[in-house]
């Protein structure tokens, strides 16, 4: 797992990872990474992976978990190769998340143990740069950078939340989503490996306690 290797290390995967699809525009995304500041951010500012490098990891991790999805799904849904490439799964696993790049600022926070509060160094969040959204903004930002890319990636990584990035009170959006499901099934692989990285392969014991 990603939490084994060193940041510098799981770096060196992930442009190997992108090097390896050999799509238009991946070197420009690379380099729209390391200005970013994608490396170094964190995956989240309070919950998993709250750490210099976590948003790498985590991107990692849900790489990881989409390929293994995509490889044995195909075992009960011999088609699924026709209709995803593996390219396209690791570049939607790998940026689904770039909009989190510029959203994360360090800051002193207090926190409370044993009773007593006590300060420490963390993470606040912050949307002024480019109030975009989420799923929507890692597409813009990557067409932008100059990615090419194709519906079912952009789709998959617009919808990568599921049923958390949908407004319920929007008609188009809930449509929109359910047609996005049921038409590229990239679309649920990346949901579920996403889920599956932040709930399984980087959950923690201080967080099982906290429940």
């Known amino acids: 797992m990603a939490e084994n290797k060193s940041n510098t290390e799981v770096k060196e995967e992930i442009i190997g990872l992108l090097k390896s699809t050999g799509r238009d525009g991946v070197d420009d995304v690379i380099g729209f ?7 170094e951010a964190p995956a989240s500012s309070t919950k998993h992976l709250c750490v210099e490098g976590g948003l790498a990891r985590h991107s990692l991790n849900t790489c990881r978990a989409a390929l293994l999805l995509w490889e044995h799904l195909a075992e009960i849904e011999p088609t699924l ?75 998959a990584i617009r919808w990568h939340m599921g049923a958390w990035g949908i407004n319920l009170n929007s008609f188009e959006d809930t449509r929109s989503y359910d047609v996005a499901n049921k038409q590229y099934p990239l679309v649920g692989i990346i949901q579920c490996a996403d889920n599956i990285a932040a709930n399984i392969m980087e959950r923690t014991g201080a967080e099982l306690d906290e429940y």
């Open 81 to 155: 190769h026709n209709e995803v490439k593996r390219e396209s799964v690791i570049l939607a696993s790998l940026l689904h998340d770039v909009c989190k790049a510029d959203i994360y600022k360090r800051a002193v926070k207090k926190r409370k143990v044993m009773g007593m509060w006590e300060e420490t160094e963390g993470y606040k969040v912050s949307y002024k740069n480019f109030p975009m959204g989420h799923g929507e903004k890692s597409v813009v930002l990557l067409l932008c950078a100059g990615l090419e890319m194709y519906d079912d990636e952009m789709l």
């Open 33 to 39: 990474l390391e200005e970013s500041g994608f490396f």
